[in-house]
């Protein structure tokens, strides 16, 4: 004899649910095991940015596990959500050009001792292309090193 369709059903539905139950806390379970993970080290760390003339300056105030050669660097810069770049970024006193809209921007490092390295003390400076910086943006420079880590600056314009 054998159990009318309706209670089948309601068994059916109740061992899904359950199964799906069971599913959703194993899942939190091993989640919350997980060994929490270090927190990323800073391997390059800029100044905030200083304006001048309306455009930006920062400086490296620290820099752990290198020497790190400017040749494995690409550098991005993000105006108002819109990115420019990466391009590599350029020998001692080189300018690197971005365009982002209909606004253009002009990149230089300056290599404080001369090494070819990105070092303590070394200065980059943000400028627009034969004047200031837009007025009421946020901007962003990403500094990357061969794909392993990002260093960034931040600043808006008033």
């Not at 490092?109 to 943000?126: E, H, L």
């Amino acid at each position: 004899m054998s159990l009318p369709s309706s209670v089948s059903h309601r068994w059916f539905l109740v061992v899904v649910f359950a199964a799906i139950g069971l599913v959703i806390a194993t899942s939190f379970v091993l989640y919350s095991a997980q060994l929490a993970r270090p927190p990323p080290t800073e391997n390059l760390v800029f100044s905030p940015a200083a304006l001048v003339d309306g455009n930006a300056s920062f400086t490296v105030q620290n820099v752990s596990h290198g020497p790190y050669l400017f040749s494995g660097f690409q550098i991005s810069l993000i105006v108002n959500d819109f990115a420019g770049g990466p391009v590599a970024l350029e020998p001692n006193n080189s300018v690197a050009r971005m365009t982002i809209g209909p606004n253009h921007y002009r990149i230089a490092w300056s290599d404080s001792d001369g090494d070819g390295a990105v070092d303590v003390g070394d200065s980059f400076r943000v400028a627009g292309d034969g004047g200031p910086l837009p007025v009421l943006s946020y901007y962003e420079f990403d500094l990357r090193w061969q794909m392993q880590w990002t260093a960034k600056a931040t600043w808006s314009t008033s």
